[in-house]
């Protein structure tokens, strides 16, 4: 089966080739741990593809100026990717997003079909906590959604704020059980530095790395290059996955990335 590429490199090894084709995957971490530019990379490793896999960024909280200009910081026109209709921004609230997805005639749907959308990229899942606090009202609420999204035969990368110290996952609605693929971004204090690291818990119908890498983020003047470069497993940190190590996990750092 066909892979779908996540844009890097060192991460479509580690989930043994890419993605699955149409599939749900949950990208959790703590503010400023790189998930918008994980989303980016994954939109527009699909513009590279031949023939090109359009794609959709729907956001609930940035303003459209300070999604454009973090992106801008990395090296990416955001404008300029729009304009190739290859891209499509999409600014919205939980809401009208949902309804949109149970709408075949709404800006959403056509938006989909209009532009062959292929990839679809939502920040973030955790906006939804909005419309309820009950457990099963939010499990039935990510169910159409992720539902919703596989039903118009596109892969989605879900991004979700994760507060937690560990790599462990604590949530209401259970989402990591619904989703096909679970990554977890985290803090580490290694060594005095402060680095970010990824882990794969969950990847279903296929086997993947179960270490941890520690990653970074680079600019770059290429619009398609990788700005997300990840480095080989961690070795030697016993108890790292329960934040027992004393190299220590830590979760109350912010970044601008």
């Known amino acids: 089966m066909t892979r779908i590429s996540s844009g890097i490199p060192a991460l479509d090894e580690m989930l043994n080739g890419g993605f699955m084709p149409a599939s749900s995957i949950l990208l959790r971490g703590a503010p400023g741990t790189g998930k918008t530019t994980f989303a980016f990379q994954f939109l527009i490793e699909g513009l590279c593809q031949n023939p090109p896999q359009s794609g959709l960024l729907v956001a ?7 999604l454009y200009r973090d992106a ?7 404008k300029a990717f729009e304009s190739s209709g290859l891209l499509q921004i999409m600014f919205t609230s939980p809401e009208v997003f949902l309804h949109s997805l149970s709408s075949p005639e709404s800006t959403l749907t056509r938006r989909i079909h209009d532009y062959n959308i292929q990839r679809i990229a939502l920040d973030s899942l955790t906006h939804f906590t909005r ?10 609420l990510y169910n159409r959604i992720i539902n919703g ?4 035969g596109l892969t989605g990368l879900y991004l979700g704020e994760e507060m937690r110290s560990d790599f462990t996952i604590d ?7 619904i989703v096909d693929c679970l990554l977890l971004l985290r803090y580490l204090e290694i060594d005095s530095a402060v680095e970010r690291a990824i882990t794969v818990l969950k990847m279903r119908s296929s086997d ?6 520690r990653f ?10 990788p700005r997300i470069h990840i480095g080989p497993a961690l070795q030697g940190k016993a108890g ?5 190590t004393e190299r220590r996990i830590i979760s109350n750092v912010r970044s601008t990335q």
């Open 240 to 244: 790292l996955l329960a934040g027992l």
């Open 216 to 225: 970074n983020i680079e600019a770059s003047d290429e619009p398609h290059a």
């Open 149 to 152: 999204v596989r039903r118009e």
């Open 72 to 78: 801008a910081s990395l090296g990416w026109d955001l």
């Open 60 to 66: 609930f909280e940035e303003f459209p100026e300070s």
């Open 171 to 177: 949530e209401k609605g259970r989402l990591s059980f």
């Open 208 to 213: 993947h790395d179960k270490q941890i890498h």
């Open 131 to 140: 419309l309820t606090t009950n457990t099963h009202e939010l499990r039935d």
